[in-house]
C-alpha cells in the first residue's frame, strides 16, 4: 500500500466521544472533515482498560466512505495474533506498542505484507532509542503523550522532545514516516506538537466536547500553515 499521508492530519479518537455508539461518533468525525480515525484497541493486560475489537471496527468500515484510513492503535499483548483480523476487516494502519511484541521486525514485515502501513508507539517511559533501527521501515511513529489505557488525562509536554528528535532525523535522512502524538491533544498542545514536528494529531475528548467539530478539524488543519 502506498503512504497517502504527509501533511497534517487530525485523528478523532473514538473513545473520546460516545463509544456505545462508535458507528456514530465515528460518522461524526468523517463529518467534521477528519480523513483518519484512531481506534483504540485495549486487551485490559498490556494496559488496565478495555475497548473495542476486530467486530465494531468492521461496522465502522462499513459505515464511512471508503477513502477514510482507519488507523488502529493495538495497546495489546501478542500484536501479531491479531493483526490479520484487523486487516480482515479494513484497517490500513497498524500501530503495535514496541514493549508488546518479542519480535519487532517480523511484525513490521508481516504488516506491510498485509498491504498495510506499520507504526511503533513508545510509552511515555520508553526512549526513542528503541526503534533506532526500525525507521526506514516504519510510516508512522506514535508518541503516547500520556500513559496509555485513558482517553482525559494531561499533556506531557516533556514527550515532545522525542517528537524533535524524530523529526530531526526524519529531516536528516530522508524517512517518510509520521510523527503522531496521542493524549491530551488540544488546540494549544497540538500546536506545540506541531511546532515540534509531529505531521498527526490523535484527539479524543477535548474533540468530541467541541459544540462545533467541523470549526475543530479546520482549526487543527489550520496548523499546516505553521
Ligand atoms: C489512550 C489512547 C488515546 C486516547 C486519547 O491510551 O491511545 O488515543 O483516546 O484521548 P484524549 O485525547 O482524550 O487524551
Ligand atoms: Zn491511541
Do not use: W
Amino acid at each position: 500500500m502506498k503512504k497517502q499521508t504527509l501533511q497534517l492530519e487530525l485523528e478523532p479518537s473514538l473513545i473520546g466521544g460516545d463509544l456505545g455508539n462508535a458507528i456514530e461518533t465515528a460518522r461524526k468525525g468523517v463529518k467534521a472533515g477528519a480523513r483518519i480515525l484512531h481506534l483504540d484497541v485495549m486487551d485490559g493486560h498490556f494496559v488496565p482498560n478495555l475497548t473495542i475489537g476486530p467486530d465494531i471496527i468492521g461496522r465502522i468500515r462499513e459505515s464511512v466512505h471508503e477513502d477514510v484510513i482507519l488507523d488502529v492503535h493495538l495497546m495489546i499483548y501478542n500484536p501479531d495474533k491479531y493483526v490479520e483480523k484487523y486487516v480482515e476487516v479494513g484497517c490500513q494502519e497498524i500501530t503495535f506498542h514496541i514493549e508488546a511484541t518479542e519480535d519487532v521486525r517480523f511484525l513490521i514485515d508481516y504488516i506491510k505484507k498485509c498491504n498495510c502501513m506499520p507504526g511503533i508507539a513508545l510509552k511515555p517511559e520508553s526512549s526513542v532509542e528503541l526503534i533506532i533501527p526500525y525507521l526506514k521501515d516504519l510510516d508512522k511513529i506514535l508518541i503516547m503523550t500520556v500513559e496509555p489505557g485513558f482517553g482525559g488525562q494531561s499533556f506531557m509536554g516533556d514527550m515532545l522532545e522525542k517528537v524533535r528528535i524524530l523529526s530531526a532525523y526524519k529531516k536528516k535522512y530522508n524517512f517518510t514516516y509520521d510523527v503522531q502524538v496521542d493524549g491530551g491533544i488540544n488546540y494549544d498542545t497540538g500546536l506545540e506538537s506541531v511546532k515540534a514536528g509531529a505531521t498527526r494529531l490523535v484527539c479524543g475528548s477535548f474533540f468530541y466536547k467541541q459544540p462545533d467539530l467541523k470549526g475543530a478539524v479546520e482549526k487543527f488543519h489550520s496548523y499546516r500553515e505553521v
